[in-house]
């Protein structure tokens, strides 16, 4: 019965732990993901952090057991325990929101090592540190059970945090039930640390446990490093460069779906979930991973793929999504499935799951890091396509070979599957080249990649530059004279915010005019001299790319500024500006910042508006129908609206364009050009706060 009660204990510790590990992740990414502009990178960032501090969790717990007696690894954990619980806190204080300037990674790095740095690290070291004790406690009995626990508790977290979690329940209630959980966590680990020290001391004269050939059901604890080295020495590249292109595929193609589609928890949770279900597929038995079929077939999706990212947008998002996720399981599946077969006798587990580790966490150093700083371009998935593409076909071909003659798969398959490598190798290379040639400028940073365009230079009545960011239009401007100033895209005198410029000017001898993203300063095109421009912009390139290459802010007659910095962060610091239209004009990419549409972020809105002001949002979007959260917002701030709906026109570069125009004052609403345009009202409202938002309700 006694032996009963502990393996519960050490049942439920280990299920507990990995369920909080894969909890917090989406919880703190969400939590932080506004103040850095929305961007993908921000859980690509995340990722890098805890892939890190996992890796160092490995490292400690591998040490803490081949260093110190029982007695004294329980202390030393039991203090770790007692720290992280003490010094708990979650959600990040609003001084860590940053104002203008700094790096974002390196600060998002800081904000996490102070926030969930500790908890993080301790939870880390659950399963290895358990896995060990249980070992130790039951001479004879493996853990392997353990560490099915431990999949199938980080496996539910993750897909319950999208679809439970985050829909029903508030970030702030989220943290106290993650903070009330760890607490028990802590107790559980250290009464595990302490029973089996006296497990062990009531039974010093067992048998030894029986090695046993699995992977995931061991953990050595006595092999020192010059023994790791010698070794692992000859087969440690492989472990490594396996679980780093793992590592590089998950994260890029995370990024580039993130890129395509929605920065959501959603799109964060389910490659990441289907990473880990490939582990727990490829660990559990050879029955789950064919090579040949999953190298071939492997190597097929991986090729739609490709063609998705070097063709327009032409399917639907659910389609989508579906390729982009095939191809990453299929992918997973490839290199968790080699290193399962390349997995070591169990004198060397402790090295084979350092090195995993380290590849891990050199996959999110690469994507993460040093891919923004060397690639021009999001080039990170093609570098991840044809890589394991390649390895797809190899797998393929090896298990092919070994295969009796009359079992083989025939030969035009095999000239099939070296054209799918070198097609995808050849269509991403032009792709990227074609890119690169027909972009007068190019610039990346943390918030993405900006390209320059310039269409039609000999023909002086079409030549234009474009600002694109990503797939996304930013901005157009007419090159010749007489056109410079005349606003395009989703800007045009015919389009919502157009004749709402044309009202206020009708009305107004003088206007102070605030807009949140920047874009190439189009709206200026609607500047008088007596008017007043301020535009909000996060990413400091944009704002240099808009004075240095194109003209609408010099050539306006207006005065204009720029401020670096997050709109909603800068605009909860500034006096009142008493602007007479506030454009919120950061919600047509696929990045879209849910902190400026929230019911408190209006209220810091409507603190800036004079009486007669009037709040304009642009809500042209491929997949998310935002016109019920922006009357939503509009009703809670008392506020009539109009919501219009241009169709373009391609012959003035006028792009069809959906704006929420609202304000307290009729006259403007009621006028004939915006009412000419007026769509119908939103039947229902989804209303938003800083606490909660669910991007689901919203999906076109």
């Not at 390895?391 to 398959?413: D, F, H, M, T």
């Not at 989703?490 to 874009?519: C, H, M, Q, W």
């Amino acid at each position: 019965m006694k032996n009963r009660l502990v393996s519960v204990l050490f049942a439920v510790s280990v299920f507990v732990s990995a369920f909080l590990l894969f909890q917090i992740q989406p919880l703190i990414s969400k939590a932080i993901l506004p103040w850095f502009g929305g961007t993908p990178n921000v859980w690509t960032t995340c990722l890098l952090f805890f892939q890190t501090v996992l890796f160092g969790g490995y490292v400690y717990a591998h040490l803490l057991t081949s260093k110190l007696t029982p007695r004294w690894q329980a202390i030393v954990h039991s203090v770790l325990l007692i720290a992280a619980v003490a010094t708990i806190s979650i959600l990040p204080e609003a001084t860590w929101k940053p104002t203008g300037g700094e790096a974002p990674v390196f600060r998002i790095l800081a904000l996490l090592l102070v926030t969930v740095g500790l908890p993080y690290f301790v939870l880390s070291t659950t399963g290895p540190l358990l896995q060990s004790w249980f070992g130790r406690a039951f001479p004879g009995r493996s853990p392997y059970r353990l560490y099915a626990l431990s999949n199938i508790g980080s496996l539910l977290a993750l897909v319950s945090y999208p679809f439970l979690f985050e829909p029903v329940i508030g970030m702030s209630q989220q943290s106290s039930i993650w903070s009330i959980g760890f607490f028990g966590l802590a107790l559980l680990c250290g009464l595990c640390g302490w029973v089996s020290v006296f497990f062990q001391a009531g039974s010093k004269n067992a048998e030894p446990a029986k090695p046993s050939q699995n992977i995931s059901a061991e953990v050595n604890v006595g092999a020192n490093v010059d023994e790791i080295i010698e070794k692992t020495a000859g087969s440690w590249w492989q472990w490594y460069g396996l679980s780093m292109m793992a590592s590089v595929m998950l994260l890029a193609c995370t990024n580039q779906v993130c890129q395509d589609v929605a920065v959501v928890p959603f799109l964060w949770v389910i490659p990441l979930s289907l990473y880990l279900l490939s582990f727990i597929l490829c660990f559990d038995g050879e029955q789950w991973y064919s090579r040949l079929w999953f190298g071939l077939g492997g190597a097929f999706s991986l090729a739609l793929v490709t063609f998705l990212m070097t063709q327009p947008p032409s399917i639907g998002l659910v389609v989508e999504v579906l390729i982009y996720f095939s191809a990453l399981f299929a992918a997973c599946m490839i290199c968790h499935g080699e290193l399962a077969r390349l997995k070591p006798e169990p004198a060397r587990l402790t090295s084979f799951y350092l090195i995993m580790a380290a590849g891990g966490a050199s996959g999110g150093v690469f994507v993460g890091v040093i891919a923004p700083a060397f690639f021009p371009l999001l080039l990170e998935m093609h570098f991840a396509l044809v890589v394991c593409s390649a390895l797809a076909i190899g797998v393929y071909l090896n298990e092919n070979g070994r295969r009796s003659e009359a079992s083989q798969i025939p030969a035009w398959v095999h000239y099939g599957a070296y054209a799918v490598v070198i097609v995808t190798a050849i269509s991403l290379q032009s792709q990227a080249s074609g890119t690169i040639r027909s972009s007068t400028k190019i610039e990346r940073n943390f918030y993405g990649v900006l390209r320059i365009e310039n269409h039609s230079p000999h023909d002086p009545e079409k030549h234009t530059l474009k600002l694109r960011h990503g797939r996304i239009l930013h901005g157009v401007q007419y090159q010749s004279p007489e056109k410079l100033m005349i606003p395009t895209t989703y800007y045009g005198p015919d389009s919502g915010i157009g004749r709402t410029f044309s009202a206020l000017n009708e009305t107004r001898p003088s206007i102070k005019v605030g807009v949140v993203g920047l874009g190439v300063g189009t709206l200026s095109g609607y500047g008088r001299k007596s008017d007043h421009f301020r535009y909000y912009e996060i990413n400091e390139a944009v704002v240099r790319i808009a004075r240095d290459n194109f003209r609408f802010l010099s050539g306006s007659p207006s005065k204009t500024e720029t401020i670096v910095g997050d709109a909603r962060l800068v605009l909860e610091r500034e006096d009142p500006q008493g602007y007479d239209l506030l454009v919120l004009d950061a919600f047509s990419g696929d990045s879209v910042p849910t902190h400026l549409l929230t019911k408190e972020a209006v209220e810091i809105y409507m603190s800036h508006l004079n009486e007669r002001g009037v709040l304009a949002f642009h809500v042209s979007n491929l997949h998310l129908d935002l016109a019920p959260v922006t009357a939503a917002l509009a009703d809670q701030a008392g506020m009539e609206f109009r919501l219009t709906k241009f169709l373009g026109d391609d012959a003035t570069s006028q792009t069809s364009s959906l704006w929420m125009i609202a304000s307290h004052d009729k006259q403007i609403l009621d006028d004939n050009g915006l009412l000419e345009l007026t769509d119908t009202s939103p039947k229902k409202r989804v209303l938003w706060t800083d606490d909660f938002s669910n991007l689901y309700s919203v999906l076109r």
